[in-house]
């Protein structure tokens, strides 16, 4: 794709307390960045700081022809010119246009879908056609790549792999109703009731586990053990050539990479010897921006 990049394209990410852009170059690198507080209040104005961040993001390039991607939390409409369903944050975001909006043609998707358009672009999975995404972090989300383009699905909400089944007996249920969830399993929202309060956040876990605290040690490779029965289920249903993983929880290093390897070696399907790479994500804070501008360049160029 990198022969249809050009300096004048901006990438947006939307989240709740941070607004991120990017300018691009042709090898989709962020020539200029800037990033500006959402204010996400009542009363306050973030659509104008969206608006805001563009205006400096043009004003950084000599043309006058933008095209933009705006990523965000939330599900994106079937054009892909809104997020139409989002409740409880950002008042205002539902079924908003924001082409009309900004005055240049815009593409609007999921942050955990342009997190995937990033890596497959430009990042750890460049060149693969066929691609998972996994964002661990307050909750697990991600992102499906096939032959080469996102695919979205029914409602645009495929890629929600923290609400599948890791263990189907367990009471607790995840926000869209999953028995036993990979996201109750691994997210940071569930360390408390996890860990019956002993850690907040899954970075004192760790440091715990790294003391060889011996309830530490349990619950981290339990709950490694169940994303590795996780990505292998889904890599049994998409047979994709590479599974990426992005977040927070990716800091753990390799304290999360190698226990996750032993067990897939134990629940992964390797025929003649072939086994799914498993890589951590190329781009961090700025994934959303540069995956939103990289799914707009696809889009103006499609048919």
């Known amino acids: ?17 941070q607004i991120k852009g990017v300018l691009l170059n042709t090898s989709g690198e962020a020539v200029r960045q800037q990033i500006l507080p959402t204010d996400d209040e ?7 700081k969206v608006r805001e961040l563009a205006e400096g993001l043009k ?9 933009i991607g705006l990523s965000a939390p939330g599900l994106a409409n079937a054009e892909n010119t809104a997020i139409t369903y989002m409740p409880d944050r950002l008042s205002g ?23 995937l358009m990033a890596e497959a672009e430009f990042g750890a999975a460049k ?3 066929n691609v998972l995404l996994l964002t661990l972090g307050t ?36 926000l869209l109703g999953a028995p036993g969830s990979l996201e109750y399993a691994i997210g940071n929202y569930s360390i408390r009731r996890r860990s019956f309060g002993k850690f907040s956040s899954t970075m004192d876990l760790l440091k ?8 530490a040690t349990w619950l981290w490779l339990e709950s490694v053990r169940k994303l590795a ?5 889904l890599s049994n249903a998409f047979s994709p050539e590479i599974v990426v993983l992005s977040g927070g929880i990716t800091l753990a290093g390799n304290d999360l990479f190698q226990p996750l390897e032993s067990f897939l070696d134990i629940y992964g399907f390797r025929p003649e010897n072939n086994k799914i790479a498993i890589r951590r994500a190329h781009f961090a804070e700025l994934s959303g921006a540069i995956g939103a501008a990289a799914f707009a360049l696809k889009k103006s160029i499609t048919p």
Request: proline share 5%.
């Open 127 to 129: 060149g693969c056609r």
């Open 93 to 115: 975001l539902e079924n908003f246009i924001w082409g009309e909006f900004l005055g240049a043609p815009t593409w609007v998707l999921n942050d955990a879908h342009a997190a």
């Open 59 to 67: 004003a950084s390039a000599p043309v006058e022809d933008f095209r």
């Open 139 to 174: 909750g697990v989300g991600g992102g499906i790549l096939i032959n080469g383009e996102l695919y979205q699905g029914q409602f645009q909400m495929a890629g929600h792999f923290g609400h599948f089944s890791v263990n189907a007996n367990d009471d607790e249920r995840s």
């Open 229 to 233: 029965a996780g990505i292998a289920s």
């Open 208 to 215: 715990a586990y790294r003391t060889g605290d011996p309830f």
């Open 1 to 17: 794709m990198d022969k249809f990049l050009n300096p004048h394209t901006i990438g947006i990410d939307l989240g709740g307390t």
């Open 42 to 48: 009542p009363g306050g104005d973030w659509k104008e």
